[in-house]
């Protein structure tokens, strides 16, 4: 696999849209992978199923409200030296590492410390998309600690956490995260290969830039952007179902940094043949959407908004009024949808109703 | 020295004085060294100068807002974990432990420790009172590293702390302590012999008892207490400046829990000859106190608050409406007067424009 700068655009654009408005903004993290790449070479991509069993595989991520992630660059030494803590608490090195969600920047920042420090880095994810909080990732589901892990921020503190469950440790990085001035890096979930294989959504980064880069081909093509994307995601093994929920104007939008989320909505109204207004709930990534006061999707399928022009994907801390967009629903990848996931990662984990259906039975 | 029964009743009333008003509750923390004495038999006191240039010595405590630590009793496992991680990050075992404050409860809480773990205990501590933040102490003064730091909850969680500097250290601690609800303990600012002997306050463990005994026996003889304790203080190499600042009842109140301290005043209104209206402000321990607008009293002095007629101290957390109290101010050591000093725990370092000035110039 390639990673020239279009490569690395496509991965970006790609990562946005399976971000679902969340996981910062890839740009951030094309800029680091670029200039990581040409410093240090391109970093080397392997499949889950390469892991030696008794590997030592650590995921990392950048954690805050991506409002924050926005106005605080990563100088670079972050990654470094976040897994150097984690490696020492250990006590050993890791022999690959791997993104804990492919949405947004998250995608890139394992690919960046992976071409610096000549790490191997696993094509896949915890999630096939992105999610707000640390225990939302198959990780977790298939029973892989959270901890040992360990934060940084960009003045070189370093925090460390062993804590006796998720959401424990969720509390505490929350709160150690606010004290970064709202976002750090993080080194979690350190696994071996068996616990790999069994946690892991395969293939996410592949996935990401093919998306990106059928999205631009058509565009060069002067093809419908939107029409390409469904194509492509239809010819993938988990995002084959994806609906267009409405074209239209953002005419209300509220949004506030709240205990470190970027939480908020978004009101699109359609004028046409016949008018509708649809709501997009969010807490970092989209949460649920409803046309006319009807549910259309909900997590964990992915809600993404999209330029209407360009078919670009807007984050949530990019939305603006209005804002001319696509709202489109993509099906999660199975794993997602599994019971003992939805438990975790559904409706009701954020505070919803309403039981999980799937967009394909919401939008026939 | 003897840890019956009643000396841990002397140290803890003694504590309290010193704490100023805080330093958490003693009663908790004086049943913990009573249980912790009962089983393993007493701690051993040794003095900072019988260490050896490579002992390595480390200070443990409370941390958090008072208010919360009365509702949070630890159940005893803390200390021994916190030590247990701060031990492991460092790679080395403690050769002695050590009060970080002598005020409040975290006079008490590493007798305990040092009683179950078997260590000795330095009989000394950092300030000579408590004081509401972590780099506020002789320790950070004379220039020890606060980090790496260890902290815990009664849950089993378990955070550890690499900061780059003092104030980076206490902004995430204090983050950390809120993520654990608001209490925890910790150890820190680890440090070898010479440290220890340059940066100690030296005695006040075994002081804080005799201020005890003083009260109880005043009190036992149907003696003036108030007689009996400034006559103790004028004996004492640290504490020989005392003076009575007002008696009468609180008739305002105001206290609120706020980014993990106690903050708020109390208004305590005087009438006899000549009626006067004294104000004490406070951050988990008394900060400054007025008579009638005029400044009687200012950090690092100590400003304690004892009942009128029993002369026990009163945390602020136990300040109550209607209360009749004599407030005592009491001269700081003179290692915490010092230029040095007075930049990290004078007036100004708690938003007050005023220089410090000793009691004994402002009471003559």
């Known amino acids: 696999m390639s990673f020239e700068p279009t490569d690395i655009q496509d991965l970006a654009r790609g990562a946005a849209l399976l971000g679902a408005g969340g ?41 805050g409200a991506p409002t924050v992630l926005l106005e605080k660059f990563p100088n670079g030494g972050e990654g470094k030296r976040v897994l150097a803590r984690l490696e020492d608490r250990i006590g050993r090195r890791a022999t690959a590492i791997m993104a804990a969600e492919i949405g947004g920047g998250n995608a890139l920042i394992p690919l960046m410390l992976g071409a610096q420090l000549g790490l191997p880095v696993v094509d896949g994810d915890g999630m096939g998309r992105a999610f707000p909080e640390l225990h939302m990732v198959t990780f977790n589901i298939f029973d892989v600690s959270i901890s040992p892990m360990a934060m940084t921020d960009e003045h070189g503190n370093v925090v460390s956490i062993d804590g006796v469950g998720g959401e424990h440790v969720e509390r505490l990085a929350r709160h150690v995260i606010m004290g970064m001035g709202g976002s750090g890096m993080i080194a979690l979930y350190p696994m071996n290969g068996v616990q790999a294989r069994q946690a892991t959504v395969r293939g996410t980064i592949s996935m990401a830039m093919e998306i ?120 999660a990848p199975p794993i997602l949808r599994e019971t003992r996931s939805l438990a975790v990662l559904g409706p009701q984990a954020f505070g919803y109703e309403h039981d999980f259906q799937e967009i394909e039975q919401l939008n026939q």
């Open 212 to 331: 990106g880069a059928a999205l631009r081909n058509a565009r060069e093509a002067g093809l419908d952007p939107f029409e390409a994307l469904s194509d492509y995601l239809r010819s993938t093994p988990y995002y084959q179902h994806c609906h267009a929920l409405c074209t239209g104007k953002i005419v209300d939008l509220q949004r506030e940094t709240r205990a470190g989320f970027a939480v908020g909505r978004a009101i699109i109204e359609t004028h046409g043949r016949s008018s509708s207004t649809t709501k997009i709930e969010f807490q970092n990534e989209h949460l649920a959407a409803w046309t006319d006061g009807r549910l259309r999707a909900s997590v964990p399928d992915l809600i993404c908004v999209l330029d209407q022009e360009t078919a670009e994907p807007i984050t949530t801390e990019a939305l603006k009024y209005g804002q001319r967009v696509h709202v489109m629903a993509i099906g």
């Open 23 to 63: 996981g910062g903004d890839p740009y951030l993290g094309s800029l680091l992978l670029e200039a990581a790449v040409a410093e240090h070479g391109a970093p080397r991509l392997i499949n889950v199923e390469s892991l030696a069993d008794d590997d030592l595989l650590i995921p990392v991520a950048m954690m």
